[in-house]
């Protein structure tokens, strides 16, 4: 894959540093990076983190911690790590993704020895992390979530249900938000640290999904957990979230540029050398308005994705109206790169096997997790009418 960070203002050479890693990693890795395996992911996750941890990938999705400082991700470069890994495989974005995804509410934790020790855990692969939102009667609308968690000496007890929750069976660990009442809606929430071998935890993993993705859902049933487990302070649950989903989003946004990338490679090699009229498909104009199309889609929302994540890295602060802005152009764009690849492949194109019909179920879930597009436009809507 060729990106021509270079030819953008977003970048340090650190960046450029890592993107020539990063080549060089998939060259080695493409055995594993070649693996999909539809069900069961529990030794391909093993694998695959083992090989990120070990190659340092892992140490940009998770933070330095040192005492009471925690010095935050460099999104740039998980942007950059996830639009590479998307590029080859959305499964392995995966893994690379959940572990900081799944740990971001901890790391402001006040206990700063159980922090490090998973943060260390985490990074190293030997835990899988997971973030449990979703609930079945709320999922966008996540300040209306019903599990609760109920202060009882020094426990929380955990009641009810989260459905779609990533990494669902595999996870060694699960950040939690429950209901525990300190006001109605949002501020009523809180995050908790849940270890996936609690009694009263129960899992039902692999819900099959439209791509092979891991994923399942929680039952708490009287789960008990230590008071110490909650984290950020009780009633901050949803600010956590809200604040992780500021640092992640721009990231969903780059792992759908890497997909379109991918399309867009596949489509150049398919349009230049299949012949229909007596010509190739690239000397066809109706085709060349097609790739000019997919081109602008591509490279607006790479603009779109690496300037939030400059905003972020550089100029500080809640980022929400970017992050939002690169999420919703970045997954949108990518759907439509991808279904005009599909079109131009023709039967090939929804044969099943083939890669682009592969992007063409693996990029449709990136508009409805980690908020849905219109969640997003509620969200830029709002800053901007601020
Ligand atoms: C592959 C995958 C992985 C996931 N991983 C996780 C995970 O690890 N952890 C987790 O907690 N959850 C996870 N989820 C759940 C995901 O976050 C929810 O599916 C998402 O928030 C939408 O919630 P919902 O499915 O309940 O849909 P609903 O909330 O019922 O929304 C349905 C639709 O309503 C529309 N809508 C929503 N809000 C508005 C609005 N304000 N205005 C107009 N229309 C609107 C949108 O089109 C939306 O798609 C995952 C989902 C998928 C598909």
């Given at each position: 894959?060729?990106?021509?960070?270079?030819?953008?203002?977003?970048?340090?050479?650190?960046?450029?540093t890592l993107a020539e890693k990063l080549q060089r990693w998939i060259e080695a890795n493409?055995?594993?990076?070649?693996?999909?395996?539809?069900?069961?992911?529990?030794?391909?996750?093993?694998?695959?983190?083992?090989?990120?941890?070990?190659?340092?990938f892992l140490d940009y999705?998770?933070?330095?911690?040192?005492?009471?400082?925690?010095?935050?991700?460099?999104?740039?470069?998980?942007?950059?790590?996830?639009?590479?890994?998307?590029?080859?495989?959305?499964?392995?974005?995966?893994?690379?993704v959940m572990q900081g995804l799944?740990?971001?509410?901890?790391?402001?934790?006040?206990?700063?020895?159980?922090?490090?020790?998973?943060?260390?855990?985490?990074?190293?692969?030997?835990r899988i992390a997971a973030i449990a939102l979703t609930e079945p009667d709320a999922g966008s609308d996540l300040a209306s979530a019903q599990t609760t968690a109920d202060l009882d000496g020094d426990s929380y007890v955990l009641n009810g249900e989260k459905c779609w929750i990533t990494n669902a069976g595999i996870a060694d660990q699960y950040i939690v938000v429950a209901r525990t009442g300190e006001a109605p809606g949002a501020r009523g929430l809180s995050a908790f640290m849940v270890d996936a071998d609690t009694p009263g935890l129960?899992?039902?993993?692999?819900v099959p999904m439209i791509a092979p993705h891991p994923l399942g859902s929680l039952k708490f049933e009287n789960c008990r957990i230590p008071a110490n487990n909650i984290l950020g302070g009780a009633g901050t649950g949803f600010k956590a979230a809200m604040a992780t989903f500021?640092?992640?989003?721009?990231?969903?946004?780059?792992?759908?540029?890497?997909?379109?990338?991918?399309?867009?490679d596949e489509t150049i090699a398919r349009v230049k050398s299949r012949r229909m009229f007596g010509k190739t498909?690239?000397?066809?104009?109706?085709?060349?308005?097609?790739?000019?199309?997919?081109?602008?889609?591509?490279?607006?929302?790479?603009l779109m994705v690496y300037r939030a994540a400059w905003a972020s890295d550089v100029l500080?602060?809640?980022?929400?109206?970017?992050?939002?802005?690169?999420?919703?152009?970045?997954?949108?764009?990518?759907?439509?790169?991808?279904?005009?690849?599909?079109?131009?492949?023709g039967g090939l194109g929804v044969a099943r096997g083939s890669v682009v019909e592969q992007l063409y179920r693996d990029i449709r879930p990136t508009r409805i997790y980690e908020g849905a597009s219109e969640v997003q436009k509620v969200v830029i809507a709002r800053a901007t009418l601020r």
């Open positions: 894959m060729s990106w021509g960070l270079q030819n953008l203002p977003f970048f340090d050479s650190q960046h450029f493409r055995d594993i990076l070649g693996q999909h395996p539809e069900s069961n992911f529990g030794p391909y996750a093993k694998e695959m983190l083992g090989s990120l941890s070990a190659a340092g999705v998770l933070p330095k911690a040192s005492g009471a400082d925690v010095a935050p991700p460099d999104v740039r470069s998980i942007c950059i790590i996830r639009e590479a890994l998307t590029y080859e495989s959305f499964l392995a974005d995966n893994m690379f799944g740990t971001a509410p901890l790391w402001q934790h006040h206990d700063h020895a159980m922090r490090d020790a998973v943060i260390e855990a985490t990074r190293q692969g030997k129960t899992i039902t993993p692999d500021d640092v992640f989003r721009p990231s969903v946004g780059a792992a759908a540029v890497g997909a379109a990338r991918r399309a867009m498909m690239s000397e066809m104009d109706t085709v060349q308005a097609k790739i000019a199309d997919m081109t602008v889609e591509t490279e607006a929302a790479a500080g602060g809640r980022v929400s109206r970017e992050s939002a802005m690169a999420k919703l152009m970045a997954t949108e764009a990518a759907g439509r790169v991808i279904d005009s690849a599909v079109q131009l492949f």
